[in-house]
């Protein structure tokens, strides 16, 4: 007596469970680390547009009789040393490059008082800020430090110690990158 036997053609219904099981954990394992090099990327984009940012302040300050830096970040485009400002890789708006720039002396208006120095930062994904400064040509990759949590003495400041750094945000140290 012979027994006839199918030719098996395809998967079982088990197999094609596992094997779909398997890739996604494959592909679960595998995002996570995807997530930090998108966001390490978005960082570096900021860090070069800030940069390029600081060369057409360097660029204007020396074009401007008696040396001072613009009023506006926004007087960079009017006056042609940028075409527009850069946009945030995450947010898609230009509202982080605005807000991070800060002329010092505080209160200068260039008529009174020139602007003789800034101080440009934009805060990164990794909770770092990035600085750059018309003093320091390199740029500074700041972390928060334990100090910059408020104490309750913090409020009342010490007229015994010196006045900050202007050019320094408080409760940030020098960061390796």
């Known amino acids: 007596m012979h027994i006839l036997k199918r030719a098996r ?39 070069l547009d800030i940069e390029e940012l600081q060369v057409a302040l360097s660029q204007y300050h020396a074009n401007q009789p008696g040396g001072y830096y613009p009023i506006t970040i926004h007087t960079l ?26 002329l010092l002396p505080i209160g200068c208006n260039n008529s009174t008082t020139y602007c003789t120095s800034y101080r440009y930062s934009i805060n990164l994904e990794n909770e770092n800020v990035y600085l750059v400064t018309s003093n320091k040509p390199q740029g500074s990759e700041l ?22 750094d202007p050019v320094a945000p408080t409760g940030y140290e020098e960061a390796a990158f």
């Open 77 to 102: 485009i009017t006056d042609g040393y940028i075409n527009a400002l850069p946009i945030d890789p995450l947010t898609g708006n230009s509202a982080a490059y605005v807000t991070g720039y800060q």
């Open 9 to 47: 053609c395809g998967f079982t219904l088990v197999e094609l469970v596992i094997v779909i099981g398997i890739i996604g954990i494959v592909v679960a394992i595998m995002s996570v680390p995807l997530t930090g090099i998108q966001s390490r990327g978005r960082d570096d984009r900021r860090r």
């Open 143 to 164: 972390s928060p430090t334990p100090s910059s949590i408020p104490s309750p003495t913090s409020a009342h400041p010490n007229p015994n110690n010196p006045a900050p």
